[in-house]
């Protein structure tokens, strides 16, 4: 026999999680179908440099312990400038970030299936009813999030995500030891997120230098391979080629070395979401994409995203007759606030 959940999530990222700690809290069955091991998780997918601000920390009770290090300035870098802006900052352990979500999740009652890589939807009548996941396996749901990130499987089935290769950007990151923080030619990036705009290093993006504490940082860079990429770009270097080239070419890593296994990778989409639902489906987070277009911040706006849609499936269906129809969800989220399904249909 085939399991029923009131919801079925699809991948245990921020915006997965989120959305599974908020329905499970308010006592829905709910469960969050992820394809890493538990013992290993976060291994593939532990892809973020995991900068975020105080009202993402204090909005979703993010404890301290996942926290490696507070930092009070971001700074903008460029080739011959740089600006900072006081703003006080968090530079998480993405790791142990997600750890803690997919725990606290468990901890309100949800459940958690590692090992459970879902490939498409289950539809009846053209309606998602449930997911199918690793080959054969079924779990079925009155509602179907999908939350896999830019792998978006049921989205991109049910047709509600089109994410363009076009827009696609790819990130690499170190963490790296030994890198003199406060160099006399630079700004002091003690306790900072450091972002520079440099076509030299980061054709059509941006590199970046978040202090993790003492003379430890993240040190990375992503772009979007497009027009600007391409007019910028050197003929035949990898992102780990540009990469590297940074490394050898600032005097701020003349004496820096990376950390053992510390390396991250990943990519985002880097457009307008479109659609968000279909019947008794929602897409969240970087499978939408919510992820800002400008910095690349995606943790916040994935478990805002993730909020929004454990709000709206607990308006759906809480009613004597629940209804998750599209024309539902639209009613429930354009405003804000759901109206009656009577006032709903005679605003409609
Ligand atoms: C290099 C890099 C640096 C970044 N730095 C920052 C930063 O400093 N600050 C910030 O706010 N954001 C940052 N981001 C963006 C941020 O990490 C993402 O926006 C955020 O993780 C999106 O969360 P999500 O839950 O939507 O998706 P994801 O984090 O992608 O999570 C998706 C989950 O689904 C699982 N999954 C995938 N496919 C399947 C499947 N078929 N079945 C089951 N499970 C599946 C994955 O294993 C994963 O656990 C960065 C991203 C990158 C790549």
Not at 149 to 154: N, R, S, V
Not at 215 to 235: F, M, P, T, W
Request: proline residues 5%.
């Amino acid at each position: 026999m085939s399991e029923r959940f009131d919801v079925v999530i699809a991948g245990a990222g921020p915006a997965g999680a989120q959305c599974a700690r908020d329905l499970a809290q308010r006592g829905y069955e709910v469960v969050l179908l992820e394809l890493e091991s538990e013992d290993e998780f976060p291994r593939q997918s532990n892809k973020s440099t995991a900068g975020t601000f105080p009202s993402m920390m204090a909005s979703f009770g993010v404890p301290d312990d996942v926290v490696m290090n507070y930092t009070d300035d971001v700074v903008l870098e460029s080739p011959s400038h740089h600006y900072v802006q006081n703003q006080p900052g968090a530079v998480l352990e993405f790791a142990e970030f997600k750890q803690w979500l997919v725990a606290d999740a468990r901890e309100k009652g949800a459940e958690v299936w590692f090992d459970a890589r879902v490939s498409r939807p289950i539809t009846e009548d053209g309606k998602p009813v449930g997911v199918r996941y690793n080959g054969d396996e079924e779990v079925y749901g009155d509602i179907i999030v999908d939350a896999t990130g830019p792998a978006a499987p049921l989205a991109k089935d049910l047709g509600v995500s089109d994410l363009e290769r076009e827009k696609q950007a790819i990130g690499v990151e170190y963490e790296m030891a030994g890198i003199d923080i406060d160099h006399p030619d630079y700004a002091d990036l003690t306790d900072s997120m450091m972002l520079r705009l440099d076509h030299d290093l980061a054709p059509g993006g941006y590199s970046w230098i978040f202090h993790t504490g003492g003379d430890e940082a993240k040190v990375g860079l992503c772009y979007i391979q497009n027009d600007s990429h391409r007019r910028h770009g050197k003929e035949g270097m990898s992102i780990d080629d540009y990469l590297q080239y940074w490394l050898d070419t600032d005097p701020r890593f003349e004496d820096a070395e990376r950390l053992e296994g510390k390396v991250h990778r990943g990519s985002a989409h880097i457009q307008t979401p479109g659609d968000l639902t279909t019947d008794s489906f929602m897409a969240i987070g970087d499978t939408v994409p919510t992820i800002d277009p400008l910095w690349g911040e995606g943790i916040h706006k994935g478990m805002q995203s993730g909020r929004v849609a454990a709000t709206t499936a607990d308006r759906c269906l809480t009613p004597e007759e629940p209804d998750t129809s599209r024309r539902r969800w639209r009613c429930t989220t354009s405003s804000g606030t759901a109206r009656s399904p009577r006032g709903c249909a005679s605003a409609c």
